[in-house]
Each structure stands twice: as structure tokens, then as C-alpha cells.
């Protein structure tokens, strides 16, 4: 599976939007991008999927760059229930298994 | 509705001892998912079932850890003579089908100690 790279870890502050970035340069035409979270003793839960266009959902949005080779979670005002561990995943078409790698960290603050 | 179940959420044995792990999935899910999640890490891939029959066990370990759906449903993962290497979260996950865009929900996962 092609590999992603985020930021180890983030800050951010409660009400305030929360841009989550992930790099995956060797993305290729039929990969799709999925985000999970894990909450602090929880399992991981979904949170969005894309291929190419932009997506919204009630979570949060995805922004896909023109060339996809980059992507951005975007929590339009972080709340502390928020905080958790942020997974941004490819699966290549017709794939399944998730591969996660170390995620990045996000702490919401007062 | 029902989420994803796993059962026990605690395991604690001994080293050389046989356990097993159970995984309800949410209702009409076709596919079953098995990862395990080391203290800091991600979670990592073991199995996965479409139906009764493992589609890919190319996670698994080594021949110590099996795993069964016999009927299509709940699953249970094996492992034989346990190390205290295997001390780790089993998370079970389901979905409804093995598309690149179906989502995976996850149970709460069995915490495994292996002493």
C-alpha cells in the first residue's frame, strides 16, 4: 500500500477549526484516502473517505489536492471530545485491509 | 443498533497457556476484520473473512494464531502456546463489504496480557 506521512502531533484550541494534514506522494490513480480517529481506550471509527473531489460530512470535511498527492482533515470547530489520534489511510482499489501508521496526535485545549 | 462486540475486554494468562478471543460483528456485515494494537503504536492487520472463509491471513504471525468463522457471523481468534510478545489490544472490525469505500466499524477490542 502506497505510504502517507503526518505530523506526529497537533494543538489546537476548543470552538477553533482544526486543519489535519497527510502526504501521500506515491498515491496512485485508484487509491482511496480514509481517515479514522481513536479516541483514548476506544477502537479506531471512521470519519471520512475520498478519491478525488472534496466531501463533507456531519464529522468533518475532506480537502484532496489537484494532483492527490495531498490531503487535509478539516474538524470545523474542535471540541475536547475531539482529542484523539487521527489515521489517515489509502486503499488501493479493491482493497480492504487498513494499514495504519503512527497517526497524528490531536489535543484540544480550553 | 448494535455495534461491533468483543468478548472478553480483558484477558490475563499465563505464558505457554491457549486463549481464544471472540468478535460479534454488526448484523448482515459480510466482512470481518482482525487487527492488534501494541501500547503506542497503530493498529496492524491480521485477518480478514468475507463470509466463512479467510480472504487474507497474510497478518498473521506465525502458525500460533488462528482464526475461525464457521458460520459466517461471530468470529473467534486462536492463540496457541502464548508469549508475553502477544500481550496487546485485539481489535475485531466489520463492514459490509470489502470495497475500497466501505467503512470498517470497530469493537472496543480485548486487551490480552500475557504474563
Redesign the interface.
Known amino acids: 500500500d502506497a505510504k502517507t506521512t503526518q505530523p506526529n502531533s497537533m494543538e489546537s484550541n476548543e470552538e477553533e477549526p482544526v486543519h489535519l494534514p497527510c502526504n501521500h506522494s506515491t498515491i496512485s490513480g485508484t487509491d482511496y484516502i480514509h481517515w479514522y480517529r481513536q479516541l483514548p481506550s476506544q477502537g479506531p471509527e471512521y470519519v471520512i473517505h475520498g478519491l478525488t473531489s472534496n466531501v463533507n460530512n456531519r464529522m468533518a470535511s475532506l480537502a484532496i489536492a489537484e494532483d492527490r498527492k495531498s490531503s487535509t482533515l478539516i474538524l470545523h470547530r474542535a471540541t475536547l471530545r475531539d482529542a484523539a489520534v487521527y489515521y489517515c489511510i489509502l486503499l488501493t482499489g479493491g482493497g480492504n485491509k487498513l494499514t495504519f501508521g503512527t497517526g497524528t496526535q490531536l489535543k484540544v485545549e480550553l | 443498533g448494535a455495534g ?1 462486540s468483543q468478548t472478553p475486554s480483558n484477558k490475563v494468562t499465563e505464558k505457554g497457556k491457549y486463549v481464544e478471543l471472540r468478535c460479534d460483528p454488526i448484523s448482515g456485515h459480510t ?1 470481518l ?1 482482525w ?1 492488534r494494537q501494541s501500547l503506542g ?5 491480521l485477518i ?1 473473512f468475507q463470509g466463512t472463509g479467510a480472504a ?1 491471513d497474510s ?1 498473521l504471525p506465525n502458525d500460533r494464531f488462528f482464526a475461525v468463522r464457521p458460520e459466517g457471523s461471530v468470529s473467534t481468534l486462536k492463540i496457541q502456546r502464548t508469549e508475553r510478545g502477544d500481550s496487546a489490544v485485539y ?1 475485531c ?1 466489520s ?1 459490509l463489504g ?12 480485548t486487551r490480552l496480557t500475557v504474563l
Open positions: 461491533v466482512a476484520y487487527y503504536q497503530g493498529p496492524e492487520f480478514y487474507d497478518g481489535l472490525a463492514s470489502v470495497s475500497s469505500y466501505n467503512e470498517q466499524f470497530f469493537g472496543p477490542g
